[in-house]
């Protein structure tokens, strides 16, 4: 269990990390990298905590725990947290909830930051599969 919350702590510091990354390489200015970090910091362990603990716990109650399994929950569920991010962003807009929906269901045709989201959250995943090791019996104290 230990090893599971050090897991869910440790891996969404690849999402800020990720973006800063990626801003940095395309030129970003360093204040817009700093907001995105910050921003990118909060989704991630949303994310993580919201939608990926629970997934964790589905898939080994189920058996499933294979390293390829979690990395295509990961990459699943980076979609999903991109896609409710986009209809978030949309509805502080002021957009109502028809055209929020909308519009993220259409970002999908623009595939910038789904190339982005969906490796970096099989990452966050595959993290906390090498941290927790769901695969193995509980040793003793973890």
Same mark, same amino acid.
């Given at each position: ?27 970003? =200015? $360093?204040?817009?990298? #700093? =907001?995105? $970090?910050?921003? @990118? ?6 994310? !993580? ?31 999903? #947290? ?17 055209? @929020?929906?909308?519009? !993220?269901? #259409? $970002? ?13 959250? $099989? ?16 040793? !003793?104290?973890?």
């Amino acid at each position: 269990m230990k090893r599971t919350v050090l897991g869910f702590m440790v891996a969404p510091l690849w999402v800020p990390m990720a973006f800063a990354a990626a801003l940095w390489l395309t030129g970003g =200015q $360093s204040g817009a990298i #700093v =907001q995105i $970090s910050w921003l @990118s910091f909060v989704f991630g362990y949303a994310g !993580a905590c919201l939608l990926g603990v629970p997934a964790f716990a589905w898939l080994r109650a189920r058996g499933l725990t294979a390293a390829w399994v979690n990395a295509i929950a990961g990459f699943a569920l980076g979609g999903v #947290v991109l896609y409710l991010v986009l209809v978030m962003v949309g509805l502080l807009l002021g957009a109502g909830v028809e055209q @929020s929906l909308f519009g !993220a269901l #259409v $970002s999908f045709t623009t595939w910038g930051p789904w190339i982005i989201v969906c490796p970096v959250g $099989s990452l966050v995943a595959i993290t906390v599969w090498l941290i927790a090791r769901p695969d193995r019996p509980a040793a !003793a104290g973890y």
